[in-house]
């Protein structure tokens, strides 16, 4: 018999029949949703903390990394605007002439140097000119930016970024640079460190090269370099201390070539000396001396008061106001108007200027802009200097360029207008287009022009630059030998010696001026060191270089215009 389980003592664990009452279940769901309310409360205020923690530090970083910083940095360093580079600066056949590297420049934050001694030790490793005493104590000043070096070489550069020290960094620049170095300096010009311009085209065309716009020349540099080469030669053979030389087209007013001696580095332009900077093409001006007969004798033709066969009396000195004018080879006999120019008589040009007449005679000059600063794209521009109370004895001693003195500049574009028809241009060094010329403005009659063009082929022919002329360009010119002034009168025994050519003389194309500053007479030159021997050599040779280069053909003898070849017939010859 199977034994009975024990009864529990309240009896039978029966389920409860009854159903739960609404009232349990209410309190079970309220408990829950009171949980889960208080950890969704804690949650979002979690987050909140969390969120409001954030924009906190960002707002910090802006404040820091942009705005304070942002001031900081354009206060301490005011670079240049790189986003566009400086423009590049052309001769007429697209050569480069100036143009700008970028480049690296060191700076420091003192702050953040705790071994100044030590860090300007090792940077004056990489950078021995550098000082490094000089560099300690830049390195321990309490400011946040020091300039260390500009334009570091790109093995600098990186020399220095293998050091590892936080606190040195780099200021992307530019360094202006001049692939033709010293031989258009003059023109070119030059920057300062921050690539401003300081001279030259630079300077005046600075807004333009900023805005990243090329400035194209009408500077020829085969022409430039030719006219350089042989100014510098006459100026060695003759120990001269300087010289000055131009080229320019007579139709135009273009200048191909601008040459000031002695010149200098523009990458280096500090270190050059006042007279290296100085351009005496330009901004120099000086007594011309005989090359101004050319404009007397225009103005006595032109007005009528003189016609070319006729004669002056050159038989002896003048003595006026005290003062004596002679010839340096005198013919001691009357002369011709077109002899007067072959002799280069001072005597002859005085008397010519007396029939001018001394209103007639500054008119003329002021019109052909003798009496003013020469109008051209650098600012480096001298005013001519001349007397202020225009007595007859000044008009005497004008007539030969003394008691004027004009820069070279003045001097060729004057002697473009009496050669090219009479038409007055400025000159310029901005390359032109044939829609880009001026009509000029009229100063002389074509026929005056075409006179003066027959003097001056008659002075290389048979006269004083004989030593100008170059088989089949039918050059034409005139000498020129001036004393210097000094500030106490004329210096003795100090003088400028020039000659202005044109050719070829029968339709003129170019004017190519050399002037020597202070030559000294040599063997080769028989004592002598006027401008029929020491520049009238020198503009042949510029001429017989540069004619084939620009397309310029010889010509036969026969093509020289007849009227001309009469007045060399009647001529008398020097030899």
């Known amino acids: ?161 293998r050091l590892g020290i936080p606190a040195l960094a780099f200021q992307r620049e530019e360094r202006r640079v001049y692939p033709q170095s010293s031989l258009t300096a003059h023109v070119v010009g030059y920057t300062d460190v921050d690539n401003k311009g300081l001279a030259g085209i630079e300077q005046s065309f600075d807004d333009v090269l900023k805005s990243g716009q090329p400035v194209q020349l009408s500077l020829d540099l085969r022409v430039q370099h030719i006219l350089h080469d042989e100014l510098q030669r006459a100026i060695t053979d003759f120990s001269a201390v300087g010289g000055a030389g131009m080229v320019l087209d007579a139709n135009t007013g273009e200048i191909l070539a601008m040459v000031s001696l002695p010149d200098f580095d523009p990458v280096n332009a500090g270190t050059a000396t006042p007279d290296q900077r100085f351009n005496r093409a330009t901004l120099g001006v000086y007594e011309m001396g005989s090359t101004f007969k050319i404009f007397n004798t225009a103005a006595a033709l032109d007005s009528g008061v003189i016609g070319i066969n006729d004669s002056v009396d050159a038989s002896h000195p003048l003595r006026v106001a005290g003062f004596t004018i002679s010839d340096f080879h005198p013919e001691n006999r009357p002369l011709t108007v077109s002899e007067v120019i072959m002799y280069s008589s001072n005597i002859g040009s005085a008397l010519i200027a007396q029939r001018i007449g001394t209103e007639r005679q500054r008119k003329f000059m002021d019109s052909i802009g003798m009496l003013r600063r020469a109008s051209i794209e650098i600012p480096e521009a001298g005013a001519p200097m001349y007397p202020a109370d225009w007595r007859p004895i000044n008009t005497m001693t004008i007539a030969y360029g003394h008691g004027i003195a004009v820069s070279a500049l003045h001097l060729v574009t004057g002697v473009a207008a009496m050669v090219n028809g009479g038409m007055m241009r400025p000159a310029t060094l901005i390359h032109r287009g044939l829609d880009q010329v001026t009509d000029g403005q009229r100063v002389i009659k074509a026929e005056t022009s075409a006179q003066i063009r027959q003097l001056l082929r008659l002075v290389v022919e048979k006269g004083t630059g004989k030593k100008a002329d170059v088989p089949g360009y039918f050059v034409g010119g005139k000498t020129g030998t001036a004393d210097k002034l000094g500030s106490h009168g004329y210096v003795a025994n100090a003088r400028m010696a020039s000659f202005v050519g044109v050719f070829p003389i029968n339709a003129p194309r170019y004017v190519v001026l050399a002037m020597v500053d202070d030559p000294k007479p040599n063997a080769s030159s028989y004592g002598y060191a006027t401008g029929g021997w020491v520049a009238a050599p020198a503009v042949g040779r510029v001429i017989q270089r540069m004619a084939p280069l620009l397309g310029i053909p010889p010509q036969d003898q026969n093509d020289m215009p007849s009227e001309t070849a009469a007045l060399l017939v009647s001529a008398r010859g020097t030899e």
Do not use: C
């Not at 979690?46 to 970083?61: K, N, Q, T, Y």
């Open 1 to 161: 018999m199977k034994p009975r389980p024990p009864r529990h003592p309240q009896g039978p664990q029966l389920a409860d029949p009854r159903p739960p009452r609404f009232e349990d279940l209410y309190a079970l769901d309220g408990e829950r949703k009171r949980v889960l309310e208080t950890g969704y409360l804690r949650l979002l205020f979690g987050g909140g903390l969390f969120l409001v923690a954030f924009l906190a530090i960002s707002l910090r970083l802006l404040e820091v990394g942009v705005w304070d910083g942002g001031e900081r940095e354009s206060a301490q360093l005011p670079t240049p605007d790189l986003a566009v580079a400086r423009a590049d600066i052309l001769d007429r056949n697209g050569v480069l002439l100036a143009t700008s590297l970028a480049t690296a420049s060191l700076y420091a934050d003192p702050q953040q140097i705790a071994d100044p001694a030590g860090t300007a030790a090792k940077l004056v490793e990489i950078l021995p000119e550098l000082s490094a005493a000089e560099l300690t104590a830049k390195l321990s000043a309490h400011s946040r930016f020091v300039w260390i070096k500009r334009d570091l070489t790109p093995r600098q550069q990186y020399a220095v970024n």
